[in-house]
């Protein structure tokens, strides 16, 4: 889809001052929203009226910090979602954080260390490490509320990490039979 941003000049005439294709894509889009910062200042520089043409964004918004901090996380930590997410984690996380987490690889030098809760710069509850899969975190990582459909999975994937972290660091193991009532 064509996006494309039109200003006045001040005659009157409709000028299109840049344009740009606008995929769903998740870089592309992060990639689109540059633009258009940079459009509305070029056009500003201009000292032209403007007018905005792009889509709107789809899918929920991004938590903050703070809504982040309140989430509660409400599957329990058993093996069985561990294991749960450690198949997510293998398959969408791996090219960067390395198959144990590490992310020694050289794929991409600045993903933090996922077994090292201290190395976290974007929070180490369990709602701002649910925020930073879903949602993004830093410059860098994308967000996977698209690729992961549903926040069960995205919870497993907070569980997996946290077995990732040393052991005085890791919630209580709980039971795979027990009820949740039973927490
Ligand atoms: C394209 C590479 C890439 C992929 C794929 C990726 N990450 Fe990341 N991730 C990063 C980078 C880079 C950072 C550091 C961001 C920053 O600078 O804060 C990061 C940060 C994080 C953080 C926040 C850590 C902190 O510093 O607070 C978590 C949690 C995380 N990733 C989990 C995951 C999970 C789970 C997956 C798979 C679903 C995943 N990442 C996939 C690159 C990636």
Known sequence: MT??????DLTGRSVYICSADVFTGLRIRDAGVNLRIFCIASTLGFGSFFLLALPPQEGHQRLSAAEAKKLKNPVSYTRKSIAQGRISFARFC??????DGKAQMDVVADATDLTSPNAFKSGVSDGEIFRSIRDGAGETMPPFKTQIDGDTDLWHLV???HSLWPESMRPPLEDDKSKEKDR
């Open 3 to 8: 996006a494309g941003l039109r200003a006045l």
């Open 94 to 99: 791996t090219p960067c954080h390395g198959p």
């Open 159 to 161: 569980n997996y990490i």
